[in-house]
C-alpha cells in the first residue's frame, strides 16, 4: 500500500495492445449497397451511378457520393433502411452480400475514421462522476467515465463506444479506457472512496483473460484492488452464469467488488440480482423518470431485493432535487447525476455551494 490518495500507478504500465496492431482505416472511393426491397431500389434513380433490380448492388461513387448516399437513406422506409447492407467499393469483387455488414454499421465506420488516434494513450482522458452516500451527502466513490480529445474535439463515451464496436476496436477501447482512469483517475480517489471501472459482459465471461487483462497488471501497478470496483454494463447480454460467476470470484479474490448496471423494470433484474448477488446495483434512470410519473415502487422494490442479497444500491440519473427525494424515500443507498455533480477531469467534492465532505 502506498499512503499517496488512491495509490501509486507506475507510469511503465501498458494495459493497451500496440495500436500499429490494428489495421489502419483506408480512404474509400465510394460504397456498394444492397437493397431487398423493389421500393428501396426505385428511391436510389437519380442518386446512385448504378442502379438494377436486387440482388445487384447499387454504387454510390465520384463526386459527392457520400451525400448523395444520405440522401437517398432520407428516403428509405424504416423496413429497407434496416434490411441494407453494404460495403466498400473497392471490396466489391471479392464480396458476397450475404457477407456484408450493414449499412449502418459502415456509415458509422465512414463517420469515424477518428477512432484509432481516439484510442491512443495521448488522447485518452477519464472523466470522474461522484456517487453520494445518500444518508449521510458523504462522497464514496466516482465512475470513471471515459472522453477523447481528437483534432480538437472531445469525444463523448457514446461516441467512443459506438465507433469502436462498429470498427471492432471494442477491446482496445475498454483497456485504453481503464488504463486512462487508473493513470488519471485513481491519484485522485481518496483513501475510503473507491472508483467505478465500467466492463462489457463479454470480458466478465472468461475468468483467465479478465484476470490476465487486467488484475494482474493492476496488482503489479500497486493499484489498491479493494478501492476498484468493475462496473458490468449491457446486461441484457449476460453470458452463461457459471463462466460469469468464475471471473466474479476470481475478482474479488483480490479484493475487487462488482456492480451491476442499468438494472430497469423488467423481470430479468430481479433474476441478475438473485443469481449474481453484486455488491453494487445500480438502477437506470428510467426508474425515476417512472416512479415520478406514476408512484410505482419499482425503485423501493428493486432496492429491497438488493439489500435482501448484500448489495449496496445505486439510484443513476439524478437530475433534481426531486428525482432525489424520490432515491431517498425508497430507501436508496447512494446516488449519481448531474443534481449531484457532472463528469468532470478533477474530481468534484461540492454539492451546488455545500463540500460534501463537510
Same mark, same amino acid.
Request: hydrophobic residues 40%; proline residues 6%.
Given at each position: 500500500?502506498?499512503?499517496?490518495?488512491?495509490? !501509486?500507478? $507506475?507510469?511503465?504500465?501498458?494495459?493497451?495492445?500496440?495500436?500499429?496492431?490494428?489495421?489502419?482505416?483506408?480512404?474509400?472511393?465510394?460504397?456498394?449497397?444492397?437493397?431487398?426491397?423493389?421500393?428501396?431500389?426505385?428511391?436510389?434513380?437519380?442518386?446512385?451511378?448504378?442502379?438494377?433490380?436486387?440482388?445487384?448492388?447499387?454504387?454510390?461513387?465520384?463526386?459527392?457520393?457520400?451525400? %448523395?448516399?444520405?440522401?437517398?437513406?432520407?428516403?428509405?422506409?424504416?423496413?429497407?433502411?434496416?434490411?441494407? %447492407?453494404?460495403?466498400?467499393?473497392?471490396?466489391?469483387?471479392?464480396?458476397?452480400?450475404?457477407?456484408?455488414?450493414?449499412?449502418?454499421?459502415?456509415?458509422?465506420?465512414?463517420?469515424?475514421?477518428?477512432?484509432?488516434?481516439?484510442?491512443?494513450?495521448?488522447?485518452?482522458?477519464?472523466?470522474?462522476?461522484?456517487?453520494?452516500?445518500?444518508?449521510?451527502?458523504?462522497?464514496?466513490?466516482?465512475?470513471?467515465?471515459?472522453?477523447?480529445?481528437?483534432?480538437?474535439?472531445?469525444?463523448?463515451?457514446?461516441?467512443?463506444?459506438?465507433?469502436?464496436?462498429?470498427?471492432?476496436?471494442?477491446?482496445?477501447?475498454? !483497456?485504453?479506457?481503464?488504463?486512462?482512469?487508473?493513470?488519471?483517475?485513481?491519484?485522485?480517489?481518496?483513501?475510503?472512496?473507491?472508483?467505478?471501472?465500467?466492463?462489457?459482459?463479454?470480458?466478465?465471461?472468461?475468468?483467465?483473460?479478465?484476470?490476465?487483462?487486467?488484475?494482474?497488471?493492476?496488482?503489479?501497478?500497486?493499484?489498491d484492488l479493494t478501492q476498484i470496483v468493475f462496473e458490468m454494463i449491457e446486461t441484457s447480454e449476460l453470458p452463461p452464469l457459471s463462466q460469469l460467476m468464475a471471473t466474479v470470484g476470481r475478482l474479488r479474490a483480490y479484493g475487487a467488488s462488482l456492480a451491476v448496471d442499468d438494472l430497469g423494470a423488467g423481470c430479468n433484474a430481479y433474476t441478475c440480482i438473485l443469481d449474481i448477488e453484486p455488491?453494487?446495483?445500480?438502477?437506470? $434512470?428510467?426508474?425515476?423518470?417512472?416512479?415520478?410519473?406514476?408512484?410505482?415502487?419499482?425503485?423501493?422494490?428493486?432496492?429491497?431485493?438488493?439489500?435482501?442479497?448484500?448489495?449496496?444500491?445505486?439510484?443513476?440519473?439524478?437530475?433534481?432535487?426531486?428525482?432525489?427525494?424520490?432515491?431517498?424515500?425508497?430507501?436508496?443507498?447512494?446516488?449519481?447525476?448531474?443534481?449531484?455533480?457532472?463528469?468532470?477531469?478533477?474530481?468534484?467534492?461540492?454539492?451546488?455551494?455545500?463540500?460534501?465532505?463537510?
Amino acid at each position: 500500500m502506498n499512503d499517496r490518495p488512491g495509490g !501509486q500507478v $507506475r507510469k511503465d504500465t501498458d494495459m493497451v495492445p500496440r495500436m500499429d496492431a490494428m489495421r489502419r482505416p483506408r480512404i474509400s472511393g465510394g460504397v456498394a449497397v444492397w437493397c431487398p426491397t423493389l421500393w428501396g431500389v426505385s428511391r436510389a434513380r437519380g442518386l446512385a451511378d448504378r442502379v438494377a433490380a436486387p440482388p445487384a448492388p447499387l454504387t454510390f461513387s465520384g463526386d459527392c457520393w457520400f451525400s %448523395r448516399l444520405c440522401l437517398w437513406l432520407e428516403e428509405l422506409d424504416a423496413e429497407s433502411r434496416s434490411q441494407t %447492407r453494404g460495403a466498400l467499393i473497392e471490396d466489391l469483387p471479392q464480396l458476397d452480400p450475404m457477407n456484408t455488414v450493414s449499412l449502418e454499421t459502415l456509415m458509422i465506420r465512414l463517420e469515424t475514421p477518428w477512432i484509432r488516434d481516439a484510442l491512443s494513450p495521448a488522447a485518452m482522458q477519464s472523466h470522474l462522476q461522484p456517487i453520494v452516500y445518500l444518508p449521510t451527502g458523504r462522497i464514496v466513490a466516482f465512475e470513471a467515465l471515459a472522453r477523447s480529445m481528437v483534432d480538437g474535439v472531445m469525444r463523448s463515451g457514446f461516441e467512443l463506444v459506438r465507433a469502436s464496436q462498429t470498427h471492432g476496436l471494442e477491446p482496445w477501447f475498454e !483497456q485504453a479506457a481503464a488504463q486512462a482512469a487508473l493513470q488519471q483517475g485513481l491519484p485522485q480517489i481518496l483513501p475510503g472512496e473507491s472508483l467505478f471501472l465500467n466492463v462489457t459482459p463479454t470480458t466478465l465471461a472468461d475468468a483467465d483473460r479478465f484476470e490476465h487483462r487486467f488484475l494482474r497488471p493492476m496488482k503489479k501497478a500497486g493499484v489498491d484492488l479493494t478501492q476498484i470496483v468493475f462496473e458490468m454494463i449491457e446486461t441484457s447480454e449476460l453470458p452463461p452464469l457459471s463462466q460469469l460467476m468464475a471471473t466474479v470470484g476470481r475478482l474479488r479474490a483480490y479484493g475487487a467488488s462488482l456492480a451491476v448496471d442499468d438494472l430497469g423494470a423488467g423481470c430479468n433484474a430481479y433474476t441478475c440480482i438473485l443469481d449474481i448477488e453484486p455488491d453494487v446495483v445500480k438502477l437506470d $434512470r428510467s426508474l425515476l423518470q417512472l416512479e415520478e410519473a406514476s408512484e410505482c415502487g419499482l425503485i423501493q422494490s428493486l432496492t429491497a431485493c438488493a439489500h435482501s442479497v448484500g448489495a449496496m444500491v445505486v439510484a443513476e440519473g439524478i437530475e433534481c432535487e426531486e428525482h432525489l427525494q424520490i432515491a431517498v424515500s425508497a430507501e436508496v443507498d447512494m446516488g449519481q447525476g448531474w443534481h449531484i455533480g457532472r463528469p468532470a477531469a478533477k474530481a468534484d467534492r461540492t454539492y451546488g455551494d455545500r463540500p460534501f465532505l463537510s
